[in-house]
């Protein structure tokens, strides 16, 4: 299996060209509200960034070119990606923010011609802003999502949609929802769910309210939603009726690496504030850098880093090629999470008492990265998964055999 180790020129600068815009650009306004995306201005910062992207050449790096985007594949995505994620709201300024950049590239795939008119291509432009609507409170879907109970029944040639979501990322403000909906079969199914495309202003559809949540830099919160008997057509059908659990694949693995490069941002940037502490701060007759359990850290940090980065590259070359990659994209998802996690708890570690303050970056980007070990399938699940498959690939030689 040969894997690229290098990027072109043209991805290489437009990297570069990300850098120069978080540093000049975003990262001011992320330090002077440290990362709260509600006292920073929401939606009129949104604009007024993405205004900013469009002017410096670096907006929509993952929309295709006709939709007004660069047009990059996934492995050219993570250099990019994870230098806008340098500041907490780099992808927003981007346009590369979860969940509108995952939704983006599951209509790219999954919607009609007039889907991509009505939804897609105000999307990519910044024009709106969209939620993926699919976790609901117990019993329903969670890390299982077979226990899916939101359903949509079919009724004089309209679907009408009833039940309860809950964390849906971005939902205040949302021009529009995708929301999984179970079609045929009972909660415990593998199969019968549908997507749906749903307008935000649609009746019955009300956004509840916000739960609070350690982080705190993505727009539109993490809210409930409530359908009671929302009716939409069969052209807010996403893809196939029943065909839900499938479609969403299309969107789960690029999601999920995606998640990775930003959060190796802002890991990167935990890790280079604490190479900076560490170089200067001095103690015991010389610098903090220079004691053997700093350097450690030091070095994991570096290792970590390393690591995820060369997980997601493999990752995203199974998925540039059409693989689902569930297993590749399980591993990189897995790995980073906790990697990420580690490299920004030691950097606040390094940074001592200042680790905790407000006055470097690094208590902020720990607060953000934590619930990546569970959003996008919990480290367990995914362990799970990936000890299912080696476990059945095992067995087969044995079965076969009989
Ligand atoms: C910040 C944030 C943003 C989110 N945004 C969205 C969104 O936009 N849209 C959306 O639909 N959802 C969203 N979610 C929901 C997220 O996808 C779920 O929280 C996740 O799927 C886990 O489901 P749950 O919370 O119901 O946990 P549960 O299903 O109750 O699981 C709890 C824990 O049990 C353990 N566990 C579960 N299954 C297994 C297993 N097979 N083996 C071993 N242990 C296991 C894991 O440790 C897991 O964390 C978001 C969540 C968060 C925290």
Redesign the pocket.
């Known amino acids: 299996m040969a894997v690229s180790l290098s990027f072109p020129q043209h991805v290489s600068e437009l990297a570069a060209r990300t850098a120069t815009f978080i540093r000049e650009v975003v990262l001011p306004t992320d330090d002077e509200h440290r990362g709260d995306i509600d006292a920073a201005g929401n939606d009129v910062l949104r604009m007024q960034l993405q205004d900013a992207a469009k002017s410096a050449g670096v907006f929509a790096p993952h929309a295709p070119c006709e939709y007004g985007g660069l047009g990059l594949g996934m492995v050219d995505r993570a250099p990019v990606f994870e230098e806008a994620g340098y500041s907490l709201f780099g992808p927003l300024s981007l346009n590369i923010a ?2 509108d950049e995952g939704n983006l590239h599951l209509l790219v795939h999954a919607a009609s011609a007039e889907q991509k008119v009505k939804y897609l291509q105000p999307l990519a432009a910044g024009d709106s802003r969209s ?5 609901e409170p ?1 019993p329903g ?4 999502p077979s226990m899916l109970r939101t359903h949509a029944t079919y009724k004089a040639g309209r679907w009408l949609i009833s039940g309860r ?7 205040d403000g949302a021009h529009f929802f995708i929301v ?1 909906a179970r079609t045929s079969g009972q909660p415990g199914d593998r199969g019968g769910a549908t997507m749906f495309l749903v307008d935000g202003d649609t009746a019955g559809l009300k956004v509840g309210r916000h739960i609070a ?1 350690m ?1 705190k830099s ?1 727009l539109g919160g ?1 809210c409930e939603i409530i359908f009671d008997e929302v009716s939409v057509g069969d052209d807010a059908v996403l893809g196939e009726v029943d065909a839900g659990f499938r479609h969403a694949q299309i969107r789960l693995g690029p999601a999920r690496m995606t998640h990775v490069m930003r959060w190796l941002g802002s890991a990167r940037r935990a890790h280079d504030t604490a190479l900076s502490h560490v170089a200067t701060r001095g103690g015991f007759g010389g610098r903090l850098g220079d004691l053997g359990m700093i350097q450690k850290m030091v070095a994991d940090n570096e290792i970590d880093l390393a690591a995820a980065r060369a997980l997601l590259v493999q990752a995203c070359w199974h998925l540039d090629r059409g693989e689902t990659a569930a297993t590749p994209t399980s591993i990189a998802k897995t790995f980073a999470a906790e990697a990420i996690d580690r490299v920004v708890d030691r950097s606040v570690q390094m940074c001592g008492g200042l680790g905790v303050s407000d006055d470097y970056p690094v208590a902020r980007i720990a607060r953000e990265v934590r ?1 990546f070990r ?8 995914h ?2 998964a990936i000890a299912k498959r080696a476990i059945r690939a095992a067995a087969r030689p044995a079965e076969d055999a009989k």
């Open positions: 979860a969940p939620a993926f609507a699919m976790t117990s879907a969670g890390s299982d979501k809950w964390f849906i990322t971005g939902a999984m949540t982080d993505m993490h619930p569970i959003y996008d399938g919990p480290s367990e699940v362990r799970w």
